[in-house]
C-alpha cells in the first residue's frame, strides 16, 4: 500500500474511495504483513507529530513528487525520534505512560473483517477472547484505554468472552444499540440493512440499551437475549443455549430462525449466492436441529427441504442456490 494514502488514513484526510480501499486491503491480509506495514507506519507517524509539530504542517505535504520526498525525509528523523521516545518513555513518569495509552487506544483502531466462508479468533490485549463469525466486521483497538475497553461491531456475529476488569468496563457498541459489561460470555448478531439485532447472554451479566428509542434498556440474566423488532427491544428466554454459540463449533442451527435470515447465514458461511423466487418464505418446522458447516451446502439444503416446503437447484458456475 502506498505509504502517502496510509499517512492520509492515519490524518482522517482521504476521500471516502480511498478510506475504502485501504479498508479492503487492511481486510485482505491473509499473512498479516498489511496489518505490520500498518502498525509500523502508525508507530512512525505519532514520531512526525512529536518531532514536526502539529498536525496541520502534515497537511501541507500534498501529492507532488517534491511534497512527498519531503515528507518521506521526515518519515526517516520521526522513526528514530519514535525509537527514542520509547527509550524515553521507559522511565517516564505514571501519567505521562498512562495518556500515551489513551491517545494510541483512540488512534490506533484496526478494522478486522472477516470474509464469507471463513470465521476467526481472537484473542485481545485485555485477554478477552473473541469469535467472529462469516461476513463480520468489528473496530477494534490496538490498546484499550485506562477506563473503558470499546469495541465497535459494524455488522454480523460476534462470541464474546470478556475478561474481568472492575475498572475498566467492557463496551461494544453496534448501530441498534450500546452494550456494557465486567466481565461475561455473550453473543452479538447485527445487520443493519435488514434491521436486524440481537444479544443472547450466557453467563454473567450484560446492560443493553437501545439507540432508537431513549430511555430503553435491559439488564440480562444468565440465559436471557433481547431481539430488535420494529425499533423496540423484546426480552425472550433462550430455550436452547447451545444454539446460540453453536456456530463457534462449525454448527448452524436452523431451529426457529426466519427462513430469510437463515438464508443470509448460509450465504456466509457457504460462501455461494441464494436467489429466493417465491412470493411467501416457508416456515421452518423445526424445534430443534443444527447442520454442520464442514459437510457443505447441499448437505444443508436437503435437510431444510425435509422440515420446510421448497425446491432448490444449485448452478455451480454461478455459485447460486435458487429456491422457489
Sequence with gaps: MDTY???????????PEEEAAVRRWLADDPDESHARQYSDLHFIYEGMLMHGGDDAALSRENGSGRGRRRLFRRIAVAAASAAAVVLVAAGAALWSRNAAVDRLAENSVRT???PPGKS????????????????TEIEIPAVFARKTRDVRLIRGEALFDVAQDRRRPFNVDTYASSISVLGTRFN????????AFSAALLRGSIKVVNKCREGEEYVLETN??????????????????????CWTDGLIDIAGVPFGHLMRKFELAYDVNIDIQRDTLPE????????????????AMSMLALVCDIGYEYDRQTNTIVIR
Aim: glycine share 10%.
Design 188 to 195: 452479538v448478531d447485527v445487520d443493519e440493512e435488514s434491521g
Design 112 to 114: 478486522v473483517y472477516v
Design 284 to 299: 421452518i418446522r423445526y424445534t430443534r436441529g443444527k447442520v454442520r458447516v464442514s459437510d457443505g451446502i447441499l448437505h
Design 120 to 135: 476467526m479468533q481472537l484473542t485481545l490485549e485485555d485477554g478477552t477472547r473473541l469469535w467472529l463469525n462469516s461476513g
Design 5 to 15: 494514502l496510509l499517512i492520509k488514513y492515519l490524518r482522517c484526510a482521504t476521500t
Design 224 to 245: 436471557q437475549m433481547v431481539t430488535m423488532e420494529d425499533g423496540h427491544l423484546h426480552l425472550e428466554h433462550i430455550g436452547d443455549p447451545g444454539s446460540v454459540d
